[in-house]
């Protein structure tokens, strides 16, 4: 058997790539879809947080992954490959309309086997809080950023892609089955090995227009991907718009007014820091500064904990083994402020769930006339509070929680 192609037989390095590349995508899509799946039960508000289905998610994501990456090289070699050897010619090319479905659906073909794994690699890319990709080459792409809004964007096109992909990959089947059971011809024996002696097909030329077909069918579906995940965006940031201000517009009976600020979080997830921060909650804060070291007011400080963004695992930091906001909806920080003898600190209780353990946060504080600026930075341990106790390996989710204020305050009276 020749290893390049004829015009009436493919050749065996060609074979090899396609039913190589076939294996890889196959799995790729069987293990993406029980993945998702294990994914919807962890974000359930039922998830009894059983540390059994977690690791199975994140050792199913990272093969789909892993073998999606060697899926992606594997299609590029194919298609490199394919571009400079002959295509053998169609047994019955007097049939157009069915000619011209078969190589639209060849290009279509061609394009979902490189961009399903290419818009899932930069999806993994973009995001925080991942199943890693088992290599040694890191799990980041040059010029791809860090970016939630990015990340949604080619989860979307990696969903569109997807679905070409299985839908073209049927139909590509649906054809090799005609060609076996209707027309009772070498279509699909030629793609076999030994395939032996095969008929010369007519002489015929390919034309252009399947590939024009094929890339205006794919403009339209990255075009609405693209769409969709616009209008997701938008939904979710007028949400958070809207939550901002609440946050800023809250009553307080203090002496100082929150003007704005961030409440943020960093978290620990197979070795990745995932950052996050909440939008909505308020503070009442009464300030008065000494000269010297001593007391220096109060501050209350409510959370709403439904309103925290935690990247891709937001969702499930809602369910019951970790925040439960079903059941807890807000947390609450109570402290005394204190001048030290180098800056300042608040000494109180910080309540989540049902569990309430003591906590100093150090700051800056910044004062100019009835302005002021503070930064605080503390860490706590998630299992304090019985958030995600059962999952007990670091490695998976980090113990230590790194929580990071800063807010500008307006002195009221």
């Given at each position: 058997?020749?290893?390049n ?8 390095i ?12 196959i799995?790729?899509v069987?293990l ?44 590029v ?11 053998p ?8 309309p ?20 290419l ?12 199943a ?14 860090k ?16 679905t ?11 054809g ?12 699909l ?8 002696d ?7 030329q ?5 590939a024009?077909?094929?890339?205006v ?36 009976t ?8 961030n ?6 997830q ?8 909440f ?6 804060i009464?300030?008065?500064a000494?000269?010297?070291p001593?007391?220096?007011g ?13 990247g ?5 930091a ?24 180098t800056g300042y ?6 309540r ?8 100093i ?8 006339g ?34 990071d ?9």
């Open positions: 058997m020749s290893a192609n004829t015009f009436s037989s493919y050749g065996s060609t074979k090899s790539f396609h039913w190589l590349t076939a294996l890889l995508l799995s790729a069987l993406g879809l029980v993945a998702n799946d294990l994914a919807h039960q962890i974000e359930s508000p039922s998830f009894d947080g059983s540390p059994d289905v977690i690791s199975r998610a994140v050792l199913l994501f990272s093969l789909h992954k892993t073998i999606g990456i060697a899926a992606f090289f594997t299609a070699a194919r298609i490199i490959w394919a571009l400079s050897q002959p295509k010619g169609l047994l019955h090319p007097e049939n157009k069915e000619a011209l479905a078969a190589e639209v659906v060849h290009w279509l073909l061609y394009g979902a086997m490189v961009a399903t794994p818009t899932g690699w930069i999806h993994h890319a973009a995001s925080t809080g991942f890693p990709i088992w290599w040694p080459f890191g799990q980041d792409l040059p010029f791809v950023t970016s939630e809004s990015l990340s949604e964007l080619f989860s979307m096109l990696h969903w569109m892609s997807s070409t992909l299985q839908i073209t990959f049927l139909l590509h089947v649906a090799a089955l005609k060609h076996v059971v209707i027309d009772r011809d070498s279509t024996r030629r793609m076999l090995p030994n395939s032996g095969l008929p010369l097909p007519p002489k015929q390919h034309s252009a227009l399947p024009v077909l094929a890339l069918i794919w403009s339209a579906v990255l075009g609405s991907g693209v769409f969709l995940a616009q209008q997701a965006h938008d939904q979710n940031g007028q949400g958070a718009d809207t939550a901002q201000v609440e946050t800023a517009q809250a009553p307080t203090g002496n100082w007014q929150v003007e704005s600020g409440l943020a979080l960093t978290i620990q197979m070795g990745s820091a995932v950052s996050g921060e939008a909505t909650w308020q503070a009442e009464t300030f008065d000494p000269d010297s001593g007391p220096a109060q501050v209350a400080v409510e959370i709403d904990i439904s309103s925290l963004s935690l891709t695992v937001g969702d499930q809602m369910g019951p083994d970790y925040f439960d906001t079903a059941t807890y909806p807000t947390a609450q920080f109570d402290a005394q402020l204190e001048k030290t003898g600190q608040a000494v109180g209780e910080l989540i769930r049902d569990k309430s353990q003591p906590l946060l150090p700051f800056t504080l910044d004062i100019n009835d302005s002021a600026k503070m930064h605080g930075q503390t860490t706590v341990n998630r299992l304090d509070f019985d958030i995600g106790k059962g999952t007990q390996d670091a490695g998976t989710l980090g113990f230590e929680v790194v929580l204020i800063s807010l500008t305050a307006q002195k009221t009276n």
